[in-house]
């Protein structure tokens, strides 16, 4: 089968109300009738043997798309969920869950590989092959361990979760949001950070503190080491300065050609290289939160168990089939390397690779106990004596990390260390934390839970207010209405919309940003405290919402738009799009929904959250039932007060005519798009008078709301600029243009990619509203001829005037010219702007030139 379309959801979507995790894929089912009888067989019994699955449709061109699908889960080895979408007869998705988004991809990409070429002459990859693949790109692109339990802990406080720059996670939004790198906060440090960094620092900054440390120096160059062994003595340890992980650590260090030797490892990292006093014990690694003790493991460095039969790289190679051991930080455990430095550690037992070790003798590869090498670990949490607790939080303090791993050598930690010479060997600045989470033996300790609550304390889930707005007509308006309301609040508002995205009192980008990246862009800006996100269509088929929920969503209505696209073929496909956005609601928010409009009313029966409806007409029988029983709303009287109906109070907030982008009250188009704000703003807590005061100072003119009745005189004309782009918002402008007596010349536009019909009742509208009608053409015609545009409009003109002249002028600007120039004075040029910005330069500079 032909893949046509392939879309990653990335959020809240229209294919799942669970998960946000989706690949969407459009299949051409059409080459399947080209596959020979003996083919669709073949692949029916290597998935009946291979996999044990049998396909659930009799449809082969069904069937394909289940084989493909159901491979590509068990590809990326968990329990991965998938299903079979039909929008429409003949029309066929696969919609296939993915917890990488990059391993998803390449395991839909190698299933279909595999089929194709079972369809095919050629032989397939293996599926261990194929099941590699995936894993690689898992780990390339996956969280590490770390990562992965603070993410988890972040997600059960229900704090969202989302990718920053350059890959760093960040937790929350905006002003409240956190970054983490692994177990490296953005409160650490980074003065402490260099001090754990530098084993020299840790261990002046330890000793001042009169903390245990094993004695040691620097050495710069090998002329040094014998002053140092004349000092210290033997056994001794060499580790870079710098390290991390154990590598190129040498122990057990008992004569000077070892020490030259583990000089020289220690140097391949850094120079200079540390010297220590080998400290007799067990290695524990004990983690501090907080400057809070959590958890401790004993650490074990890489070992096997003789068999009496095989030797000990065959015993390695056959550890490492365990199934805990993965490769780097996959898996609880990390597979055992041998290198030289094991073959050398070896040599020190008088052991090599091919020794044959007795039955039950444990050989150990290494010196060092990290897990990075294939080291294992036991919890000893509850064992570890209350003043080596004391003691570790002090070493934190000390260092001051807010996050720090302690590596302790102690012959017994049930025993305070100040008796038993225990010592303090390293500090770390970004702890591990798999062994606590996921040790080889003892209690699984949930070590992410408490890096989260030193980050956000209780009850705060990292969250700024958000209202996300979506429909067909005024949602623009409608997300400018709010945000301006809620910076007048004293918020520092983002907001993103098809005009750009705009931060405090700066427009950030310019364009059509009304999509999810934009809606990350403002949610992840660190002066952001209230966001106010436009949802379109597009966005939300593309890939899905760009948060995970919101506290309100605003539905403005719902009419035929952009039907035909994106397989979305009638109005109630269009109000499934549009309901994702309600649907996003948070458990105690609200979706705040119209009245007026069938399909919006209906979303109130697919949302888990409150609703209330708005409505400019008071007698409205779905507003009156909602409030008769007890819902909130907001509405206009016959007299247009607004008044918000709440817990069965009715509270007056001011009348609409006095908001200028009501036009005193004539345009009921724009009052539609106020009363949805009214009670937005009123459930965020501001105050009604608030909301009174920021309605009646925002004007609906070029730069508070380009293309929305902008209105402006030139050469005695009356110009009005407005965003009408289909047949359900021209007669919304139709509405208010019957208050002008005055002659109107309409200069009308309609973008190709509408339906016919839809063109045709754009130009019927039209010639129902204007004396004069001049059809004009963007720059992007979207895939339709202008001759078959303009022709469509006529047809609707002619339908409803049959003997109406009109005007073909293709450029924007000669058309406002010509209407200009040519009409009375004193009467009305309205311009449909597909794009807003440009038309209001166009004017201007027409304007300029008559001003000249």
């Given amino acids: 089968m032909i893949t046509n379309e392939i879309r990653i959801m990335r959020g809240p979507n229209m294919w799942s109300r669970s998960s946000h995790h989706l690949i969407i894929i459009k299949y051409d089912p059409v080459p399947v009738s080209e596959i020979l009888p003996e083919k669709q067989q073949l692949l029916r019994d290597y998935f009946r043997s291979e996999y044990h699955f049998e396909s659930s449709h009799n449809d082969f061109r069904l069937s394909m798309i289940e084989y493909t699908l159901r491979l590509a889960s068990i590809l990326q080895g968990s329990s991965i969920d998938y299903h079979i979408a039909i929008p429409a007869p003949g029309i066929f998705y696969g919609v296939l869950e993915y917890e990488i988004e990059e391993a998803g991809l390449e395991s839909l990409k190698l299933a279909s590989e595999m089929i194709r070429s079972l369809c095919g002459d050629e032989a397939p990859i293996t599926f261990r092959e194929a099941r590699q693949q995936v894993q690689v790109a898992h780990r390339k692109y996956g969280e590490g361990p770390t990562s992965t339990m603070i993410i988890e802990a972040a997600k059960k406080r229900n704090i969202p979760v989302t990718k920053g720059p350059a890959g760093f996670t960040i937790l929350g939004y905006g002003k409240n949001q956190k970054r983490i790198s692994a177990a490296i906060s953005q409160h650490t440090s980074c003065i402490s950070v260099e001090i754990a960094c530098d084993k020299d620092y840790t ?116 550890e490492n089939l365990n199934h805990l051991r993965g490769d780097g930080h996959e898996n609880a455990l990390t597979k055992i390397s041998l290198d030289s430095v094991s073959e050398q550690y070896l040599q020190k037992q008088g052991l090599q690779l091919d020794t044959i070790p007795a039955k039950g003798q444990q050989v150990f590869l290494r010196s060092t106990a990290n897990l990075s090498t294939g080291g294992t670990a036991e919890d000893v949490t509850d064992t570890v004596h209350p003043a080596n607790k004391v003691l570790a939080e002090k070493a934190s303090k000390v260092i001051g990390l807010d996050i720090c791993g302690i590596d302790v050598i102690s012959p017994d930690i049930t025993r305070p260390f100040s008796e038993n010479g225990s010592a303090i060997i390293e500090i770390n600045a970004a702890p591990g934390l798999r062994m606590h989470k996921y040790p080889t033996k003892g209690e699984s300790r949930e070590v992410g839970e408490p890096i989260i609550d030193l980050m956000f304390p209780q009850g705060d889930e990292g969250r700024i207010p958000i209202v996300a707005i979506t429909g067909t007509n005024g949602k623009t308006t409608t997300t400018r209405l709010m945000a301006h309301t809620a910076a007048h609040a004293g918020y520092t508002v983002g907001f993103s919309s098809t005009d750009g995205i705009y931060v405090g009192d700066e427009r950030i980008k310019i364009g059509d940003c009304s999509g999810p990246q934009s809606a990350h862009t403002v949610l992840q800006d660190t002066t952001v405290d209230f966001a106010v996100l436009e949802c379109a269509r597009g966005g939300i088929i593309r890939s899905g919402l760009g948060f995970d929920l919101c506290d309100i969503a605003i539905v403005t209505n719902v009419a035929a738009d952009h039907l035909g696209l994106k397989d979305i073929y009638t109005v109630a ?280």
């Fill in 573 to 852: 496909d269009l109000a499934d799009v549009k309901a994702v956005v309600p649907c996003a609601v948070k458990k105690e928010g609200w979706a705040i929904l119209n009245a007026g409009n069938e399909y919006t009313y209906g979303m109130k029966d697919k949302v888990k959250c409150k609703v209330a409806l708005f409505c400019s007409d008071e007698n409205n029988p779905r507003l009156q039932e909602h409030m008769k029983n007890g819902g909130s709303a907001v509405y206009t009287d016959r007299h247009l007060n607004i008044f918000i109906y709440n817990n069965a109070c009715k509270i007056f907030v001011f009348n609409a005519a006095e908001a200028p982008v009501t036009c005193h009250g004539k345009a009921e188009f724009m009052i539609e798009n106020m009363l949805p704000v009214v009670l937005a703003a009123y459930f965020s807590g501001i105050p009604t008078d608030g909301i009174m005061r920021a309605l009646k100072g925002f004007t609906p003119n070029a730069e508070q709301a380009p293309g929305r009745i902008n209105e402006f005189e030139i050469n005695g004309v009356n110009v009005i600029i407005d965003y009408a782009h289909n047949p359900h918002g021209l007669k919304a402008l139709a509405g208010y243009l019957r208050h002008i007596k005055e002659k109107k010349t309409g200069i009308i536009t309609i973008a190709g990619d509408r339906r016919d019909e839809d063109i045709i009742e754009f130009g019927q509208i039209a010639a129902s509203m204007y004396d004069h009608i001049i059809i004009k053409f963007d720059r992007d015609t979207r895939g339709r001829s202008e001759e078959s545009t303009a022709g469509l409009l006529a047809q609707g003109i002619r339908d409803v005037k049959p003997d109406f002249e009109y005007r073909i002028i293709a450029d924007t600007q000669a058309a406002i010219h010509f209407a200009i120039d040519t009409a009375e004075k004193g009467s009305y040029v309205v311009i449909c702007a597909d794009d807003a910005a440009q038309t209001l330069n166009i004017t201007q500079y027409i304007a300029g030139l008559y001003e000249d």
């Fill in 203 to 318: 261990k002046k900054f330890l000793e001042s503190a009169y903390l245990p440390v094993p004695s040691g120096r620097l050495a710069r160059n090998e002329n040094e080491l014998l002053t140092i062994v004349e000092h210290l003595g033997y056994p001794l340890v060499t580790k870079p300065f710098n390290g991390n992980q154990g590598r190129n650590v040498t122990c057990g260090i008992k004569n000077f050609e070892e020490l030259l030797i583990g000089f020289r490892s220690a140097a391949e990292i850094s120079k200079p290289v540390m010297i220590e006093k080998e400290i007799t014990g067990y290695d524990y690694r004990m983690l501090v939160i907080g400057n809070k003790f959590i958890a401790a493991s004993l650490r074990q460095p890489a070992s096997v168990i003789g068999d009496g039969s095989s030797t000990i790289s065959e015993l390695v190679k056959t």
